[in-house]
Protein backbone atom coordinates (compact mmCIF):
# COMPACT_ATOMS: atom_id res chain seq x y z
CA UNK A 1 0.00 0.00 0.00
CA UNK A 2 2.73 2.14 0.53
CA UNK A 3 4.00 1.81 -2.75
CA UNK A 4 0.48 2.16 -4.42
CA UNK A 5 0.35 5.62 -2.52
CA UNK A 6 3.62 6.31 -3.55
CA UNK A 7 2.92 6.09 -7.24
CA UNK A 8 0.02 7.64 -7.03
CA UNK A 9 1.99 11.11 -5.39
CA UNK A 10 3.91 10.72 -8.21
CA UNK A 11 1.68 10.79 -11.03
CA UNK A 12 -0.27 13.29 -9.54
CA UNK A 13 2.94 15.53 -9.39
CA UNK A 14 4.03 14.73 -12.84
CA UNK A 15 0.32 15.65 -13.68
CA UNK A 16 0.85 18.47 -11.83
CA UNK A 17 3.56 19.40 -13.29
CA UNK A 18 5.67 19.78 -10.31
CA UNK A 19 9.12 18.60 -9.06
CA UNK A 20 10.15 16.91 -5.89
CA UNK A 21 11.43 20.21 -4.68
CA UNK A 22 8.54 22.28 -5.65
CA UNK A 23 6.17 19.92 -3.70
CA UNK A 24 8.12 19.41 -0.31
CA UNK A 25 8.05 23.48 -0.44
CA UNK A 26 4.09 23.43 -1.03
CA UNK A 27 4.00 20.54 2.08
CA UNK A 28 6.55 21.76 3.85
CA UNK A 29 8.63 19.28 4.06
CA UNK A 30 12.12 18.96 2.06
CA UNK A 31 12.63 17.02 -1.09
CA UNK A 32 14.22 13.74 -0.03
CA UNK A 33 10.68 13.12 1.88
CA UNK A 34 8.74 13.61 -1.39
CA UNK A 35 11.53 11.12 -2.59
CA UNK A 36 11.04 8.55 -0.16
CA UNK A 37 7.25 8.82 0.20
CA UNK A 38 7.09 7.96 -3.98
CA UNK A 39 10.05 5.38 -3.27
CA UNK A 40 7.98 3.98 -0.51
CA UNK A 41 11.28 3.89 1.16
CA UNK A 42 11.57 5.29 4.66
CA UNK A 43 9.01 6.40 7.29
CA UNK A 44 5.19 6.25 6.41
CA UNK A 45 3.80 9.50 5.76
CA UNK A 46 1.68 11.00 8.77
CA UNK A 47 -1.93 11.55 8.29
CA UNK A 48 -1.27 15.69 8.59
CA UNK A 49 1.46 15.36 5.70
CA UNK A 50 -1.47 12.53 3.22
CA UNK A 51 -3.68 15.75 3.90
CA UNK A 52 -0.93 18.53 2.67
CA UNK A 53 -0.24 16.69 -0.43
CA UNK A 54 -4.06 16.08 -0.99
CA UNK A 55 -4.63 18.93 -1.47
CA UNK A 56 -1.35 20.19 -2.96
CA UNK A 57 -1.86 18.27 -5.67
CA UNK A 58 -6.16 18.71 -5.98
CA UNK A 59 -6.45 14.83 -5.53
CA UNK A 60 -9.71 15.27 -4.33
CA UNK A 61 -9.41 13.10 -1.04
CA UNK A 62 -7.85 9.83 -2.78
CA UNK A 63 -4.60 10.19 -0.55
CA UNK A 64 -6.46 11.25 2.34
CA UNK A 65 -8.18 7.83 2.04
CA UNK A 66 -5.48 5.65 1.21
CA UNK A 67 -3.62 6.58 4.14
CA UNK A 68 -5.28 4.45 6.66
CA UNK A 69 -4.05 1.30 4.75
CA UNK A 70 -0.74 2.47 4.05
CA UNK A 71 -1.05 3.32 8.13
CA UNK A 72 -1.63 -0.43 9.09
CA UNK A 73 0.95 -1.62 7.13
CA UNK A 74 3.09 -0.81 10.27
CA UNK A 75 0.70 -3.14 12.52
CA UNK A 76 1.85 -6.54 13.54
CA UNK A 77 1.12 -9.19 11.30
CA UNK A 78 -1.73 -10.30 13.10
CA UNK A 79 -3.40 -7.51 13.58
CA UNK A 80 -3.17 -6.32 9.46
CA UNK A 81 -4.54 -9.77 9.08
CA UNK A 82 -7.20 -9.65 11.44
CA UNK A 83 -8.30 -6.01 9.67
CA UNK A 84 -8.31 -7.19 6.43
CA UNK A 85 -10.35 -10.42 7.10
CA UNK A 86 -12.88 -8.17 9.17
CA UNK A 87 -12.81 -6.17 5.80
CA UNK A 88 -14.09 -8.80 3.79
CA UNK A 89 -16.33 -10.98 6.36
CA UNK A 90 -19.89 -11.10 5.66
CA UNK A 91 -20.48 -11.46 9.55
CA UNK A 92 -19.06 -10.47 12.74
CA UNK A 93 -19.50 -11.84 16.05
CA UNK A 94 -17.60 -9.88 18.82
CA UNK A 95 -17.76 -10.27 22.82
CA UNK A 96 -16.28 -7.49 24.21
CA UNK A 97 -15.02 -7.18 28.34
CA UNK A 98 -13.70 -3.55 28.56
CA UNK A 99 -14.80 -1.01 26.52
CA UNK A 100 -17.21 -0.74 22.96
CA UNK A 101 -15.83 -2.59 20.37
CA UNK A 102 -13.90 -0.03 17.76
CA UNK A 103 -16.26 -0.88 15.07
CA UNK A 104 -19.25 1.38 16.91
CA UNK A 105 -16.86 3.82 18.81
CA UNK A 106 -17.92 7.32 18.36
CA UNK A 107 -15.17 9.39 17.59
CA UNK A 108 -15.08 11.00 21.19
CA UNK A 109 -14.87 8.00 22.60
CA UNK A 110 -12.34 6.41 20.19
CA UNK A 111 -10.22 9.39 21.56
CA UNK A 112 -10.26 8.44 25.15
CA UNK A 113 -9.65 4.68 24.57
CA UNK A 114 -6.58 5.17 22.10
CA UNK A 115 -5.38 8.24 24.24
CA UNK A 116 -4.62 5.75 27.21
CA UNK A 117 -1.96 3.99 25.21
CA UNK A 118 1.16 4.38 27.34
CA UNK A 119 3.36 4.18 24.38
CA UNK A 120 2.09 6.69 22.35
CA UNK A 121 4.16 9.30 21.06
CA UNK A 122 2.09 12.44 21.12
CA UNK A 123 -0.98 14.55 19.77
CA UNK A 124 0.01 13.55 15.85
CA UNK A 125 0.23 10.11 16.27
CA UNK A 126 -3.47 9.77 18.25
CA UNK A 127 -5.20 11.37 15.33
CA UNK A 128 -3.57 9.11 12.86
CA UNK A 129 -5.08 6.29 15.25
CA UNK A 130 -8.67 8.09 15.83
CA UNK A 131 -8.78 8.63 11.87
CA UNK A 132 -7.63 4.62 11.24
CA UNK A 133 -10.26 3.44 13.74
CA UNK A 134 -12.98 5.70 12.14
CA UNK A 135 -12.02 4.93 8.73
CA UNK A 136 -12.50 1.11 9.55
CA UNK A 137 -16.28 2.10 10.65
CA UNK A 138 -17.29 2.82 6.47
CA UNK A 139 -18.00 -0.35 5.79
CA UNK A 140 -21.11 -0.75 8.22
CA UNK A 141 -22.62 2.38 5.85
CA UNK A 142 -22.08 0.27 3.02
CA UNK A 143 -24.20 -1.79 0.74
CA UNK A 144 -22.23 -4.54 1.81
CA UNK A 145 -21.70 -4.06 5.23
CA UNK A 146 -21.73 -7.67 7.72
CA UNK A 147 -23.87 -9.02 9.82
CA UNK A 148 -22.75 -7.81 13.14
CA UNK A 149 -23.51 -9.67 16.54
CA UNK A 150 -21.94 -7.75 19.81
CA UNK A 151 -22.47 -9.08 23.26
CA UNK A 152 -20.84 -6.26 25.70
CA UNK A 153 -19.92 -7.29 29.14
CA UNK A 154 -21.53 -4.87 32.17
CA UNK A 155 -18.51 -3.38 32.63
CA UNK A 156 -18.35 -2.10 29.33
CA UNK A 157 -22.02 0.14 30.47
CA UNK A 158 -20.37 0.74 33.96
CA UNK A 159 -16.57 2.41 33.24
CA UNK A 160 -17.18 6.01 32.14
CA UNK A 161 -14.51 6.02 29.75
CA UNK A 162 -13.44 10.03 28.63
CA UNK A 163 -16.04 11.38 31.34
CA UNK A 164 -20.40 11.56 31.64
CA UNK A 165 -20.59 13.15 28.05
CA UNK A 166 -18.91 11.03 26.36
CA UNK A 167 -20.27 7.99 27.66
CA UNK A 168 -23.48 9.28 27.40
CA UNK A 169 -23.13 9.78 23.60
CA UNK A 170 -21.42 6.37 22.94
CA UNK A 171 -24.36 4.78 24.60
CA UNK A 172 -27.09 6.88 22.81
CA UNK A 173 -25.56 5.51 19.27
CA UNK A 174 -25.36 2.14 20.89
CA UNK A 175 -29.27 2.13 20.96
CA UNK A 176 -29.04 3.91 17.63
CA UNK A 177 -27.34 1.75 15.80
CA UNK A 178 -29.46 -1.22 17.56
CA UNK A 179 -32.16 -0.51 15.59
CA UNK A 180 -30.80 -1.45 12.49
CA UNK A 181 -31.91 -5.09 11.05
CA UNK A 182 -27.92 -5.93 10.56
CA UNK A 183 -26.92 -5.06 14.08
CA UNK A 184 -27.73 -7.32 17.43
CA UNK A 185 -26.66 -6.53 20.94
CA UNK A 186 -26.97 -8.23 23.75
CA UNK A 187 -25.27 -7.28 27.62
CA UNK A 188 -24.02 -9.98 29.85
CA UNK A 189 -24.58 -9.09 33.50
CA UNK A 190 -21.93 -9.39 36.24
CA UNK A 191 -24.54 -12.18 38.10
CA UNK A 192 -23.09 -14.58 35.73
CA UNK A 193 -20.12 -14.88 37.50
CA UNK A 194 -17.14 -15.85 35.46
CA UNK A 195 -16.92 -17.72 32.08
CA UNK A 196 -14.15 -19.03 29.48
CA UNK A 197 -13.78 -15.54 27.56
CA UNK A 198 -13.17 -13.78 31.18
CA UNK A 199 -8.92 -12.70 30.11
CA UNK A 200 -10.27 -10.58 27.32
CA UNK A 201 -12.26 -9.91 23.86
CA UNK A 202 -13.45 -12.11 21.57
CA UNK A 203 -14.35 -11.98 17.84
CA UNK A 204 -15.54 -14.80 15.64
CA UNK A 205 -15.34 -13.85 11.92
CA UNK A 206 -17.45 -15.34 9.60
CA UNK A 207 -16.01 -14.96 5.19
CA UNK A 208 -17.65 -15.34 2.41
CA UNK A 209 -16.57 -18.62 1.61
CA UNK A 210 -18.44 -19.76 4.95
CA UNK A 211 -14.57 -20.09 6.52
CA UNK A 212 -14.12 -18.81 10.06
CA UNK A 213 -11.46 -17.25 12.02
CA UNK A 214 -11.39 -16.45 15.50
CA UNK A 215 -9.44 -13.32 17.49
CA UNK A 216 -8.65 -13.20 21.01
CA UNK A 217 -7.29 -9.77 22.49
CA UNK A 218 -6.36 -8.51 25.81
CA UNK A 219 -4.76 -5.28 26.94
CA UNK A 220 -1.39 -5.39 25.18
CA UNK A 221 -1.75 -8.94 23.07
CA UNK A 222 -3.53 -10.18 20.29
CA UNK A 223 -4.05 -13.64 18.54
CA UNK A 224 -5.65 -14.36 15.32
CA UNK A 225 -6.63 -18.39 14.81
CA UNK A 226 -7.70 -19.85 11.04
CA UNK A 227 -7.29 -23.32 12.42
CA UNK A 228 -11.03 -25.17 12.14
CA UNK A 229 -10.55 -27.17 15.87
CA UNK A 230 -9.85 -23.38 17.09
CA UNK A 231 -12.00 -21.61 15.48
CA UNK A 232 -14.92 -24.31 16.51
CA UNK A 233 -13.91 -23.69 20.31
CA UNK A 234 -13.79 -20.30 20.37
CA UNK A 235 -17.19 -20.56 18.44
CA UNK A 236 -18.83 -22.52 21.67
CA UNK A 237 -17.76 -20.52 23.74
CA UNK A 238 -19.19 -17.21 21.78
CA UNK A 239 -22.20 -19.13 21.82
CA UNK A 240 -21.99 -19.51 25.39
CA UNK A 241 -21.87 -16.03 26.28
CA UNK A 242 -24.70 -14.82 24.21
CA UNK A 243 -26.59 -17.90 25.63
CA UNK A 244 -25.82 -16.44 29.23
CA UNK A 245 -26.28 -12.93 28.03
CA UNK A 246 -29.49 -10.91 28.44
CA UNK A 247 -32.62 -11.16 26.13
CA UNK A 248 -31.94 -7.79 23.55
CA UNK A 249 -34.60 -6.09 24.44
CA UNK A 250 -33.47 -6.02 28.29
CA UNK A 251 -30.14 -5.24 27.44
CA UNK A 252 -30.99 -2.28 25.41
CA UNK A 253 -33.18 -1.50 28.47
CA UNK A 254 -30.31 -1.78 30.55
CA UNK A 255 -27.56 0.34 28.12
CA UNK A 256 -30.45 3.05 28.44
CA UNK A 257 -31.10 3.06 32.26
CA UNK A 258 -27.02 3.29 32.36
CA UNK A 259 -27.24 6.58 30.00
CA UNK A 260 -29.40 8.23 31.85
CA UNK A 261 -27.47 7.81 35.12
CA UNK A 262 -30.15 5.51 36.79
CA UNK A 263 -28.75 1.88 36.40
CA UNK A 264 -27.47 0.61 40.25
CA UNK A 265 -27.41 -3.16 38.93
CA UNK A 266 -30.41 -4.35 40.60
CA UNK A 267 -33.56 -5.36 39.33
CA UNK A 268 -31.58 -7.40 37.41
CA UNK A 269 -34.11 -10.50 35.48
CA UNK A 270 -33.87 -14.09 36.77
CA UNK A 271 -32.33 -16.37 34.41
CA UNK A 272 -35.78 -18.27 33.97
CA UNK A 273 -37.18 -14.63 33.26
CA UNK A 274 -34.84 -13.73 30.58
CA UNK A 275 -34.77 -17.55 29.16
CA UNK A 276 -38.87 -16.90 28.82
CA UNK A 277 -38.80 -13.26 27.02
CA UNK A 278 -35.39 -14.76 24.78
CA UNK A 279 -37.58 -16.99 23.61
CA UNK A 280 -41.04 -14.88 23.35
CA UNK A 281 -38.70 -12.59 21.24
CA UNK A 282 -37.74 -15.41 19.03
CA UNK A 283 -41.03 -16.58 18.27
CA UNK A 284 -42.42 -12.81 17.36
CA UNK A 285 -39.81 -12.53 15.14
CA UNK A 286 -39.83 -15.89 13.80
CA UNK A 287 -36.57 -16.84 14.57
CA UNK A 288 -35.13 -20.15 16.63
CA UNK A 289 -34.75 -20.80 20.05
CA UNK A 290 -31.59 -20.27 21.74
CA UNK A 291 -30.18 -24.17 23.09
CA UNK A 292 -27.92 -23.52 25.82
CA UNK A 293 -25.57 -22.23 23.83
CA UNK A 294 -24.69 -24.51 22.18
CA UNK A 295 -26.55 -23.05 18.24
CA UNK A 296 -24.78 -20.23 15.86
CA UNK A 297 -25.39 -17.18 16.09
CA UNK A 298 -28.31 -16.02 14.05
CA UNK A 299 -27.17 -13.46 11.51
CA UNK A 300 -30.19 -10.69 12.48
CA UNK A 301 -31.28 -9.72 15.58
CA UNK A 302 -34.81 -10.50 17.01
CA UNK A 303 -37.02 -8.08 16.00
CA UNK A 304 -39.05 -5.70 18.92
Known sequence: MAA??????????????????ELGRRTHVVSTRITQIERASGAKP?????????EALDADQLLVELWPYVYREAFPDWSRKFIELSGRAVSISQYAAHVVPGLLQ????????????????????????????????????????????????????????GGP????????????????????????PF???????????????TLPDGTSAAYTEGADYGQLTE????????????????????PPLMSLDMIRSAMEGTYRGANIPSRTERRRVAQEQLQQSGGRRLRGGAGRSPRHRPRA
Open 4 to 21: LFGSRVRRLRTEAGLTQA
Open 46 to 54: TLELARALD
Open 106 to 161: TEAYARAVLSLDVLLSGEAQLEERVAARLGRQERLRSPDRPSLWIVLDEAVLRRPI
Open 165 to 188: QVMREQLAQLLEIAGTSHFGLQVL
Open 191 to 205: DQGGHEAMGGSLTIL
Open 227 to 246: ERAHVSRYTVIYDRLRAAAL
